[in-house]
């Protein structure tokens, strides 16, 4: 029964995230959710909750929100770059890998608890695909990250998206170890 | 001149549809069979030699005529006899054109005349005059070509005349520009840029050299291509999902025309405007789909190979180039939409992307990646021969070849 309800209470908040006017599905979970939250959940039941929870969001596209007005963003100060690490993706795929969700995770509590925060979501990718559907793919990757952001329930105002596409390699080489690195998203932040 | 014909024939071949042609051309085409007419060129006066550089070259690039190197006109089907001065800063060409297989022979005869600076404008004009009288077509002597190089430091957008002379920096933005397009009178460019730390689409009058910001909207604002009536199609991502949208030049009424979960990117116009070309990957794989706008319908058109991107579709009639990933590279391959007809036209070594066509629908320029370095080249279709178009210290890549 409790994973169940994790699962509804989840689904209907990031409904209500997106959908304002849907107050009915709104109420009653979001209390449920706070009791289940804190209870500790075996890993595979973890899984089964993020997975319908990205499912929920699946189809139902929330827009992106215009950047804050006056505030620049930055690369993140030393003592945040241990939690706004690079998230790292497979050739040529946006899908987030299951061994990502941890830093996403702590990524989302921090946001959820700094709320004048702003995220910038840089996509990038490797020097392999042609260049222009790299910048589509680029800015796939970094609405992924804003999706399952959005699951975890951060704000969506909060997140904001940019593609590179292929222009900004962190690692210049022309290797497999090189692009693994240069698959990804780095994050800029705006306090 | 029963050549002529057959060139003809070929570049016809690409521009209608198979089924309403004889079998024979098909076959001739697919073997790579179009032949050249044989001209005999000479030159006295003033800047010959420079004259004659510039309209040699012309005549090779225009795939219709293969200038003799002996100038024998004894092989020549066509004789070119050309006349230059130069006097007080004013060049005039005087230019002569028979055909040595028939009795009466004259083809053409024209003078031109302009201010020195404007030599090579006036050798491109007696070019296009030439193709025009001959093909009838217009042709593409004096076209521009709009790419993007890093050479300076930083991805600026850049122009260059179609044989590779007359480079200029357009942009001086010392961040990124990306995928530059033509208006459709050839007098703009629409180009992304980077300058306000986002993406957004900048519309820049060559003439005046100004320019303004056409949409800014959250997420990615990408892959601009302006119709033959001056509309706009492009990428944005404001709703959640990179999607296909259409907007008057303006910026105004726009219009969301895809609705797939995942990548809809890199639209190009149908040379009637009712159609689009784009690429998804809503199958899993980016693949090329053609959008009907009216009746809103969306229909996959390659399904060879898993990675096809960057859809150009041809100025008249009815093929789409795109790029395709072969191997462990990319090769440029143009399909015949209707029947899924296709076929690669670029070989050997080098990954090359993003073709554009000419306006004529022979020509493709693309960009080739060899040694992690790129270079833009342009390819016959017809002959399926590639040639250089411009080198350098830096990269060049994502070429769009202007209007006539």
Known sequence: MGKKAVILGILALALGLGFNGCAAARKKPVSETKAQVVKPISPAEEEKIEEESIVALKGKSIPLAKAPKGRAFAEPTAEMRYILTDIYFDFDKSEIKREVRATLDRIASWLRKNRDAHLMIEGHCDERGTEEYNLALGERRALSVRRYLIGLRVPSGKLHTISYGESKPTDPGHNENAWAKNRRVHFLIAK | MKKIIIVLLCTIFFLATKDLLPTEVYLDISRGFAEKIPVALSFSGDKNEETKKILVSDLQRSGLFSPLINDDENEAELLIKVNCSLKLGLFRLEGIVRDITTGSGFVLGKRYQGRYPLMRSIVHRFANDLVKKVTGEKGIALTKICFISDESGAKEVYLVDYDGQNKKRVTSDKIIAACPDWSEDGENLVYLSYLNNRTEIFFH????????????????????????????????????????????????????????????????????????????????????????????????????????????????????????????????????????????????????????????????????????????????????????????????????????
Do not use: H
């Open chain 2, 205 to 404: 009058n060559l003439k005046s050299n100004s320019r303004e910001i056409l949409c800014s909207y959250p997420g990615l604002n990408a892959f601009a291509a302006i119709s033959k009536r001056g509309e706009i199609a492009l990428t944005l991502s404001k709703d959640g999902d990179p999607e296909i949208y259409v907007m008057r030049k303006n910026g105004s009424y726009l219009r969301r025309l895809t609705y797939s979960k995942g990548i809809d990117a890199s639209p190009s116009w149908a040379p009637d405007g009712k159609k689009i070309a784009f690429v998804s990957d809503r199958s899993g794989s980016p693949q090329i789909y053609i959008l009907d706008l009216s009746t809103k319908k969306v229909r996959r058109i390659t399904y060879q190979g898993s990675y096809n991107t960057s859809p150009a579709w041809a100025p008249q009639g009815n093929l789409i180039a795109y790029t395709s990933r072969r191997g462990g590279c990319f090769e440029i391959c143009i399909i015949n939409p209707d029947n899924g007809e296709f076929k690669a036209i670029t070989s050997g070594p080098g990954s090359k992307e993003d073709p554009s066509w000419a306006p004529n629908g022979r020509q493709l320029v693309f960009s080739k990646k060899l040694g992690y370095k790129s270079n833009l080249y342009i390819v016959d279709i017809c002959t399926e021969k590639s040639y250089s178009l411009i080198t350098g210290k830096g990269n060049y890549i994502s070429p769009a070849w202007s209007p006539e």
